[in-house]
């Protein structure tokens, strides 16, 4: 069936550096790659999302790449604070289902 | 609260007992879904209702059973339950159609004894 397969599970790095989380979709048909930020205790938010129909999309510190021929995208934090720490969540979509399939998750730590 | 809230947010009940979490949206949304959050394992979608209609059932056990009323409610009925369903249970909205953000809610944990 259809997965999404996310690395690394856990990733330190010290403030300041780049943190760069990568997910890898089996299904060729899905569109739509969302991200989601969950801190302990808290819902799951989006943070940063990216259709099929571009390669790159930035926000701020946030930015997330897509490589529809490879099937992989990945989620690229610069300049990391501790707020970011946090367990993030790659998924990937297609129109027409409403499935999300979601990676396992990366706990980032960013070190002060 | 405005968005998605969940109630009740912690739930402690016996393998027998009968029990149902709810779910309410606040924003217009016309898709509602549960999902399971266990530790270690991704997001499990569980049910997924489009206006009102369930449009998604991954091979849940019969002993959760969903129920939406209206667009705006989603509830999990759950009976006869084992503990390894002990688990953190996500309710989120979002537009229906061409995928879009998922808002999720605070969640209810779970646990079975």
């Known amino acids: 069936g259809e997965n999404v397969e996310q690395h690394p599970s856990t990733l330190s790095v010290q403030e300041g550096d780049s943190a760069v989380i990568k997910c890898t979709y089996s299904d060729s048909a899905s569109n739509y790659f969302p991200w989601y930020k969950q801190e302990l205790g808290k819902r799951p938010q989006l943070i940063i999302d990216?259709?099929?129909?571009?390669g790159e999309k930035k926000d701020q510190r946030i930015a997330v790449t897509l490589n529809k021929t490879a099937k992989h995208f990945s989620l690229h934090i610069t300049e990391t604070q501790p707020e970011d720490s946090a367990v993030y969540f790659c998924?990937?979509?297609?129109?027409?289902?409403?499935?999300?399939?979601f990676g396992t998750g990366t706990r980032l730590k960013v070190l002060a | 609260e405005t968005g998605v809230t969940q109630t009740p947010r912690h739930l402690v009940m016996g393998m027998t007992n009968k029990k149902s979490l709810k779910c309410e949206q606040h924003?217009?949304?016309?898709?509602m879904y549960w999902y399971k959050q266990s530790a270690k394992k991704p997001l499990e979608l569980m049910f997924v209702?489009?206006?009102?209609?369930?449009?998604e059932n991954n091979s849940v056990p019969s002993r959760f059973s969903p129920e939406c009323p209206n667009s705006s409610h989603l509830f999990l009925h759950l009976h006869t339950l084992q503990p390894e369903d002990s688990a953190l249970y996500l309710c989120?909205?979002?537009?229906?159609?061409?995928?879009?953000?998922?808002?999720f809610g605070p969640g209810t944990r779970l646990t079975v004894t």
């Open positions: 209702y489009s206006l009102e209609e369930r449009v």
């Open positions: 990216i259709r099929s129909n571009v």
């Open positions: 998924a990937a979509s297609t129109s027409g289902t409403y499935k999300y399939i």
């Open positions: 989120a909205s979002s537009q229906g159609g061409f995928p879009y953000e998922q808002y």
């Open positions: 924003l217009g949304h016309n898709a």
